[in-house]
C-alpha cells in the first residue's frame, strides 16, 4: 500500500517538484558555502549526503513494501519471469515523487560542476553525461509510464553515496584511520547493492524487451532505442566503478605491502 503522503506528492507537477528541489538546495549550498574552494567542495558533499539519506531509505521502503515493486525485485534476483518490469506494473508514485528530487539534485550539482573535488577528467565527463541522461530520460519516462521499477531501483543504489563523500572528508582533513574504515564500508555497500545486481538487472532489461514493437506498440521506434541503451548505461556504470574501486584497493594493499617490506629492509640495515 502507497503511503497517502507518496501519492499527494506524485500528484503535484513533476517540474514544480524539480524546480523546488533546485532552488531549495541552491539556498542551502549559498548558506554554508563561501569562496574558498574546500568549503564549496565540503558544501556539495554534504548536500550530496543528505541527498542520499533520503532517496536510498525511501526508495528500499518502496521496495520492500510495495507489492508489485517487492515481487518484481524477487523475480529479478531468482532468476524468474519478469514479464511486466518495462511496460505497467506498479510503482509510479514511487518513482515519480523520488525521480523529481533526485533530477532537482543532478540539475543543481551540473550548476556547480566547477565546485566538483578534483578527479580525472574521464571520471567527471562519466558523471556529467550520467547527471544529464537521467535528468533528461527520468522524466520522459515517468510521462511515457514505463520503467518504473528500474527508476527506483536507480535511486536506490544512491545507498553507497554518503560513504563516498565522507571518504573525501576524512581524507581531506587528514584522518588517515578513518579514511580506511569508511572505504572499506563503500566497498562493501557499493558491491552489495550495486555489482551484486548488475548480473540479474542485464537479463531482465533483455528479457523485457524494450526495443520490441510487437510488445509495446504505443512506444515510438526512438523512445524504444532511447530505453534500451539508458537502462543499461547505469548497470554499465556500476561494472566500471566497481572495477575502479577493485583497482583503488589493490593500491592501497599494494602500498601497505611496499611500505612493510621497506621497513623490514630498513631494520636490516
Do not use: C
Not at 539556498?27 to 563561501?34: G, K, L, P, T
Not at 558533499?45 to 539519506?53: C, F, G, P, T
Not at 517487492?70 to 525521480?99: K, P
Request: without cysteine; charged residues 20%; aromatic residues 14%.
Amino acid at each position: 500500500m502507497t503511503p497517502a503522503w507518496v501519492i499527494r506528492g506524485a500528484g503535484l507537477s513533476y517540474a514544480a517538484r524539480g524546480v523546488a528541489t533546485v532552488v531549495g538546495l541552491e539556498m542551502v549550498f549559498r548558506a554554508v558555502a563561501s569562496k574558498e574552494e574546500t568549503r564549496r567542495i565540503a558544501a556539495l558533499k554534504s548536500i550530496a549526503i543528505i541527498h542520499s539519506l533520503i532517496v536510498a531509505p525511501l526508495s528500499l521502503y518502496a521496495l520492500i513494501t510495495h507489492p508489485d515493486l517487492r515481487a518484481q525485485t524477487l523475480q529479478v534476483l531468482r532468476f524468474e519471469d519478469v514479464s511486466e518490469l518495462f511496460d505497467g506494473g506498479g510503482g509510479r508514485e514511487w518513482a515519480d515523487l523520488l525521480t523529481s528530487f533526485t533530477v532537482g539534485f543532478f540539475v543543481f550539482e551540473l550548476f556547480h560542476a566547477r565546485d566538483w573535488a578534483p578527479s580525472t577528467r574521464v571520471d567527471k565527463l562519466t558523471m556529467i553525461v550520467h547527471h544529464v541522461v537521467s535528468a533528461v530520460l527520468w522524466p520522459l519516462s515517468i510521462r511515457l509510464e514505463i520503467a518504473y521499477f528500474f527508476l527506483v531501483h536507480f535511486e536506490l543504489t544512491e545507498v553507497s553515496s554518503p560513504f563516498l563523500q565522507l571518504r573525501w572528508f576524512a581524507k581531506t582533513y587528514g584522518n588517515a584511520t578513518l579514511e580506511a574504515v569508511v572505504s572499506l564500508v563503500f566497498a562493501l555497500v557499493f558491491f552489495a547493492f550495486r555489482t551484486t545486481v548488475v548480473v540479474p538487472m542485464f537479463r531482465a532489461i533483455y528479457l523485457t524487451r524494450p526495443w520490441d514493437g510487437a510488445l509495446y506498440p504505443r512506444l515510438s521506434l526512438a523512445v524504444r532505442i532511447i530505453s534500451l541503451v539508458s537502462l543499461y548505461i547505469p548497470f554499465l556504470l556500476n561494472s566500471l566503478w566497481s572495477w575502479q574501486i577493485v583497482k583503488m584497493g589493490l593500491r592501497i594493499y599494494n602500498g601497505k605491502k611496499h611500505k612493510k617490506t621497506q621497513q623490514r629492509a630498513a631494520k636490516i640495515d
